[in-house]
């Protein structure tokens, strides 16, 4: 059986991975072009929030793979893991019920990435909610 620990671990490479698909996204979805058109500031402020939203995905994933046991077995580490679980559980609502993704999922392999970026949000969500609900202590 997989420990809290290994979960928290597998949940901070996930985390990694997002980041380095975040990294392709401007290209993929075309941002020079579609943002173009903006006042210059509302540009750069689109790419700083970018940033500041990958910058948080990097620092979840690090705290997740160098500090898995203490996020499994503390009261702070649980309430981190709370704070994580909302995020995501956000992101993960975004994701299905604001975004309109369909008119840029037109090739076989962006339908693949975002189906696996589903799985990972989901994945990250309930891991992190178990262990902020349930973890401390087991």
Request: proline residues 4%; hydrophobic residues 60%.
């Amino acid at each position: 059986m997989i420990d809290l620990e290994t979960l928290i671990e597998i949940a901070g490479a996930i985390q990694i991975a997002i980041v380095l698909t975040m990294l392709w996204v401007p290209r993929v979805l075309d941002w020079r072009g579609l943002l173009a058109p903006l006042h210059p500031f509302m540009r750069r402020l689109l790419w700083v929030y970018a940033a500041f939203i990958t910058f948080v995905n990097l620092g979840f994933g690090v705290l997740s793979l160098r500090h898995a046991g203490e996020l499994a077995t503390t009261p702070l580490g649980r309430g981190v893991c709370c704070f994580i679980a909302v995020y995501w559980l956000a992101r993960l609502y975004v994701q299905f019920f604001v975004f309109d993704i369909r008119p840029f999922l037109l090739r076989p392999c962006l339908r693949f990435g975002y189906h696996g970026l589903s799985a990972g949000f989901i994945y990250l969500a309930s891991v992190y909610g178990f262990v902020a609900v349930l973890g401390v202590g087991l």
